[in-house]
């Protein structure tokens, strides 16, 4: 593995990373959408490595169990050869240190993300010099969120075609033990 220099003419601070081409797709995935897939499939298309990380927070009521959720992310990614699926608790800059990552990508769906991620994404850098990609939502998906699928489900509406068919599934089997 090749260590990079700052380009001489660079006035900009680096961190002089190793450029271990492996990332990170962090998240609740309280369900896993059709839009965190079309984001982590294009990260899989672009970066060597992707890791989706699933946050364990425990503060915070999930509809589905954080293996529930590995498990959907883990059938649902099967098909690209460098994805992988792991959970973390604490701070995502302290998974990535532990993990040799030196990158988050993310998904920006609207202006109303941007805000919060940019946040987020220079308090990382700030914290641990994390870089944040982000990528543009698909508009296919750019209205999508865990939440509201899970409020529209809740409420017997039609969310098909918004998360996985497996997702779908589970997603029905869940609202109907409550
Ligand atoms: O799917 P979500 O809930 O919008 O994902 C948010 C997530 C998990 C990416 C964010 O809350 C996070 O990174 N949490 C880990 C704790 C942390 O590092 N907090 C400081 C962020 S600057």
């Known amino acids: 593995m090749t260590l990079v220099s700052p380009p001489k003419s660079s006035t900009g601070e680096q961190k002089g990373w190793e450029r271990v081409p492996r990332v990170v797709c962090p998240g609740s995935f309280d369900p896993v959408t059709n839009g965190h897939l079309d984001i982590i499939a294009r990260a899989a298309g672009v970066y060597d490595e992707v890791v989706v990380a699933v946050l364990i927070n425990v503060t915070k009521q999930s509809l589905f169990t954080v293996d529930e959720r590995v498990e959907m992310l883990q059938q649902v990614t099967g098909q690209y050869a460098n994805v992988t699926i792991d959970r ?91």
Do not use: W
């Open 88 to 178: 973390f608790h604490g701070l995502l800059v302290d998974f990535c240190a532990a993990n040799g990552i030196s990158a988050v990508v993310k998904g920006l769906r609207a202006v109303s993300d941007f805000e919060y991620e940019m946040q987020m994404a220079q308090m990382n850098y700030r914290m641990a010099k994390v870089e944040t990609m982000f990528m543009t939502a698909n508009p296919d998906y750019s209205f999508l969120s865990s939440s509201l699928v899970k409020e529209i489900a809740r409420y017997g509406g039609d969310v098909s075609g918004l998360v996985p068919d497996l997702v779908l599934g589970r997603l029905r089997e869940r609202l109907a033990e409550k």
